[in-house]
């Protein structure tokens, strides 16, 4: 499975985007999916997940609330709409495709990796 990650950008503390995931294969709706973000200096981050059907998901409580992660699995795509945007979401955002039907948490389940797209948040 092929990731392809956009929507990033600049935007203003409270503000708004949202990702897209663009899966190369139709497998991708077998496989559980999440966000995973990484800031300068830090190590990558679990941000949400969602099952391979969509009848579950998970955020981390940093995001919860704010972040709604969701697929359309006959676009092959996985998006992530952000709300209420705050400095301490600025990051590379990626995409992955867990091992499983399941979503996880966990960076060691996912066998695929988008290439990031980058969230500026100013203040």
């Known amino acids: 499975v092929q990731l392809q990650a956009s929507g990033g950008g600049l935007v203003q503390t409270g503000g708004s985007l949202r990702l897209s995931c663009a899966a190369s294969r139709r497998t991708f709706s077998n496989n559980g999916m999440g966000w995973f973000r990484q800031a300068p200096g830090k190590e990558r981050e679990f941000v949400a997940t969602?099952?391979?059907?969509?009848?579950?998901?998970y955020y981390a409580e940093s995001v919860k609330g704010r972040f709604t992660i969701s697929r359309d699995n006959a676009k092959n795509t996985l998006y992530l709409q952000m709300n209420s945007l705050k400095f301490e979401d600025t990051g590379v955002y990626y995409c992955a495709a867990s091992r499983h039907a399941s979503g996880s948490s966990q960076v060691g389940h996912y066998g695929y990796w988008g290439q990031g797209t980058l969230v500026t948040v100013s203040s």
């Open positions: 969602i099952m391979w059907n969509a009848s579950g998901t």
